[in-house]
């Protein structure tokens, strides 16, 4: 069959070469383009099912009018504090953005001008920075995104002078990420192109051959492009490592195996001068190796399909590029060797083993292996084995640590860190859900509890929600601030309270010197008591008192009133009886009683006085004192009852100091008992404030315009799907932030019991929620779809090499080198050069392209020992394996090596990483595994190593290579 492939494709080589090259071209004019699909991919692909993605999916039905999926914060600063005429520019810019809201796809846009109690969130502390935020209505990928992040920035250009303006938020940081990335892809793709036809200019020593794989490989990768861009409408993801990896994987492995075909037809071309029976037994040799080296790769990616995780799921477009690349390597680069011949090497001429000859240093080391194979496998692990110990397995989740620090989306976000906290660009978003609605207020006052608890966490700088909108406990909804309003008011009556009994007790002590006086008037009238018969009623006792909740100033001054009345009165009797009997007028005893009279009366007035604070004091308890009824009855028989009328008003003014007696007690008790209220309220208060439960809305709070639009932004229409916004006082991306993700969810979980809330759903939203599960999910993906792949590859290799042992213990010294390649990777870059950790995806993509590609290198060694081996021979074929394909592998490994060494000039932290990981790694494999550690398994196994099958009989590959020449007769 293989035969007469080789004779059809000796007919049509002119015609497959035309076909490639139709499909190259037709593939840029027919198949999209991969490069735009990427840019508007979501580069953090989460499974459905992912807590932060179902949480992203429940905001955005909150309020389906706003629909705001990406924004940009626009950061205007000056060295000194902004001045009016920066604010004049500022809002001018805001009122032109508003006016152009539509045309410019922006949502809303929200600054210190909209509402100046929300200056503190838009203006720092020492005015030198002001922030604007810009919403957009797509996700940060979309097109419409884009454009509307440069018209954003055409309004805010030419500042005044003296003022930066730089831009970061979720948009532009995309936008300035994916820029940077593509930047350092297309310095890649050059850098890619100039080492592989370096490297092979040096391999082959000549100009010619180095253009037949970068022809294959370069029409290969065109038509994957257009092939992996077409896949996405059948779901399949991209994102930008799958053009990183389908320049490096292509370009690197794909020259591999032409390289491969091209050393074998260059050794076959020297014994035979006719280039058919060269390239079939080319093709009869190493055409299986080429295969299975490119179905160990196809493999590989093609189970990368099986991750959940989505940016993993984007590397099995290489997939498809292996494949095509494959498909090309069989075809098209047969067909350029058969056109050209041994012209190919020039100037060069054809020898036997001309292409890389024995190998000097890998038949050291076979010999090595072969004589010592435990003392070098001793030597080996425990000289490599402390690397695996410096793999901690740190992770950076920081995609500014990407970019240029010099880029305006990481300058934004630093200064937004330096004057605000770094929170403030990208919140975490909690998404509460219930049954019922929460605009209520026993539902606000859960979400108030919710708040509260979220801000008690450590590196929480403050909550946002409806019920603390501007991220502050509203203090006149705390119980303990109302408690303490009540406090004021209790206090204030209690003073007033006071000042009464303190008029009280004047007026009785006033009462008791009068009654004194009386009782020595009412003995010197005793002589002329019979003139003073019509003084009938004298005063009436005081009645009433005063309640506990003081009722009674009021009444007890219209009391005094009635006295100053009764006491004028008297007066009045007193001109009478002295106008009938004038003879009195010169009576001492008669003077002292006119004056003991109007010392009463002044006495009364100042009693008066003293009660005008009772009646302030009191207004808020709506006092009301008993009316003092009676009073004094007027003189009813003239002069001679005027010794009866004193005796009454003795009588009544000791009655009236009785009543006040009594009052002032009363009094007393009611300020001990506003006492005792005010302390227990303040014990209320304290505790209240301690255990943080004390909040209370009144519906008429509810119901207010200013709150309404709280709750229409923090809150759906229906009241049932509520959002809290926490902003972190630490770099989100940090690892520490994303430890506090499960802490914040359980405290809002457990603040919510036995609340109205107390089933509602709860989830995290935002970036560093993403991440906090994108750590898990990567994690996880990684050991399942790392277990698929060595599997897979397993099985291939069983399959080739028809044993179940060689497999198994190449895979070992996969794995063994990978972990030895992440320790030395993780101590460059951690603990030399100070990073936070390696980027997230190295440590599973070092792993995959180690893996599958490395085992290329096991296939040419192993394949060519499979095709060496006789029985009873294990050391002279695997000698002979080494020193013919070593050399093969070295300049492969160089290849492929020199691809990813590529990616470390990209600018890129993720591609750096990447680039010396893989570098390093097959460097390693090729040289240590491959040279000493394999071999020496391979001779210490001996014969076992076909376990359970047989070697008695070749293959057909076998045969052919060992087939007498018909030309040289050798």
Known sequence: MIEKWIKVLAKTKWLVVVIWLAIAVGSVLVLPDLGQIVRQTES???PADAQSAQAQTILEQMDPNRKSKSNAIVVVQRESKLSEQDQDWIKSRITELKSEQDALGIVTVLSAFDDPSLAQKFISSDGTTELVIVEFPHEVQQATTSDSVKHLKEKFNSPPNGVSVEFTGSAPIFMDYTTSTNEGLKKTEILTLVLVLGILLFVFRSPIAPFIPLLTIGIAFILTRGLVAWSTKAGIPVSTFTETFLIAVLFGAGTDYCILL?????EEMAKTTDRVTALLRTTQTVGNTVLFSGSTVFIAFFLIGFAKFGLYQSAVGVSIGIAVTLLAAVT????LMLILGPAMYWPVKVKAGAAHGDSKLWGAMARLSAKRPIAVLLVCMLLLTPFIFLFQGNRSFDDLAEINPSISAVKGFREVEAKFSSGEVLPTTIAITSKSTMRTPEGLAAIEKASQAASQIANVKEVRSA?????????ELTVPNQLEQTNKGLTELRSGINQVNDGFKKAQSQLETQSSDVTKLTQGAEEIAQKLTDVQSGLKQVSGGINQSGQGAQQLAKASEQLQ??????????SKLVHEYPELANS?????LVGKQQGLTGGLAQTEAGLQPLAKGLAQL???????????????DGQKQVSGGIQQLESGLVQFSTGLGEGTGALTKVSDGIHQVVEVQKGIADNSSKQIAGWNLPQEVLEQDEFKKSLDFYMSEDGKIAKLEVVLAINPYSKEAMSKMDEIRSSVISSLNGTALSKADIKLAGQTAN???????SQNDFYRTGGFVLIGIYLVLALLLRSLLMPLYILLSLVFNYLVTMGIVEFIFVKLLGFDGLSWTVSFFVFLIIVALGVDYSIFLMARFKEEYRPGRIIEAMGKAMTTTGGVIMSAALIMGGTFAALMFSGVHTLLQLGAGITIGLAIYTTVFMGLIVPSLAVLFGEANWWPFSRRNSSAGEKAAHAVDPVTQH
């Open 332 to 335: 098209l680069t047969p067909a």
């Open 588 to 592: 001492t005893t008669y003077q002292t």
């Open 565 to 574: 009345g009764t006491a004028a009165s008297m007066g009045d009797d007193l």
């Open 771 to 777: 991440y906090h599960e994108l750590d898990h999910i």
């Open 622 to 636: 709506v006092p009301s004192v008993n009316q003092l009824s009676g009073g004094i009855g007027q003189l009813a």
């Open 44 to 46: 953090k692909f989460l």
């Open 467 to 475: 019920a603390r909108p501007l991220g502050k406990q509203i203090a």
């Open 262 to 266: 091209i050393h074998r037809f260059r």
